[in-house]
Antibody, heavy 118, light 108 residues
Framework: QVTLKESGPVLVRPTETLTLTCTVSGFSLSNAKMGVTWIRQPPGKALEWLAHIFSNDEKFYSISLKTRLTISKDTSKSQVILTMTNMDPVDTATYYC??????????WGQGTLVTVSS | EIVLTQSPGTLSFSPGERATLSCRASQSVSSNSLAWYQQKPGQAPRLLIYGASSRATGIPDRFSGGGSGTDFTLTISRLEPEDFAVYCCQQYGSSPITFGQGTRLEIK
């Protein structure tokens, strides 16, 4: 069974850097043509794709957030890490990770709510 | 960037009825790379349909997807109580990947 679980801080102060970890099970981050993606959803708003990383370490970023995002993976720990710098209250959202397989996001983790506030 | 518009924002139906949801793209979606997700409160989105019309594993056959180019639909042939949720479309054929705002299906 494939599962993903997000972890990270619940509260972040403005200007701080957010670090989120996605721990996967049921598949390997070294599997060909598989990857992990990050998506966020502000309260009551639409889903927004952030970044993804593939087994060959190829990375893609949202153009609007590219300067603030870094995605990486630790295959031995089955973890994908997303960092977002210079956090702002508008970045308050539920952050999800999901497996990418044949370009499809499936399944998703349960998500983690991150609030940005002083 | 392809903008996906789902309207209306909310639809009201009774259990047992047929519901059709709309997703319109601002430009043609490459290779009909259009997916639909179901999202319930406090839960992660669940993939229902991909490639515009293919059901994901384990999805009941009362869910069907259709359309091509810029106009896509999700049809639920006979609504069950557990189908009342938010439905969101996503295009994954062009970068950046984009999502629609979602349509809430509520019980009339």
């Amino acid at each position: 069974q494939v599962t993903l679980k997000e972890s990270g801080p619940v509260l972040v102060r403005p200007t701080e850097t957010l670090t989120l970890t996605c721990t996967v099970s049921g598949f390997s981050l070294s599997n060909a043509k598989m990857g992990v993606t990050w998506i966020r959803q502000p309260p009551g708003k639409a889903l927004e794709w952030l970044a993804h990383i593939f087994s060959n370490d190829e990375k893609f970023y949202s153009i609007s957030l590219k300067t603030r995002l870094t995605i990486s993976k630790d295959t031995s720990k089955s973890q994908v890490i997303l960092t977002m710098t210079n956090m702002d209250p508008v970045d308050t959202a539920t952050y999800y990770c999901a497996r990418i397989r044949y370009a499809l996001f499936d399944p998703w983790g349960q998500g983690t709510l991150v609030t940005v506030s002083s | 960037e392809i903008v996906l518009t789902q309207s209306p924002g909310t639809l009201s139906f009774s259990p047992g009825e047929r519901a059709t949801l709309s997703c319109r793209a601002s430009q043609s979606v490459s290779s009909n790379s259009l997916a639909w997700y179901q999202q319930k409160p406090g839960q992660a989105p669940r993939l229902l349909i991909y490639g515009a019309s293919s059901r994901a594993t384990g999805i009941p056959d009362r869910f069907s997807g259709g359309g091509s180019g810029t106009d896509f639909t999700l049809t639920i042939s006979r609504l069950e109580p557990e189908d009342f949720a938010v439905y969101c479309c996503q295009q994954y054929g062009s970068s950046p990947i984009t999502f629609g705002q979602g349509t809430r299906l509520e019980i009339k």
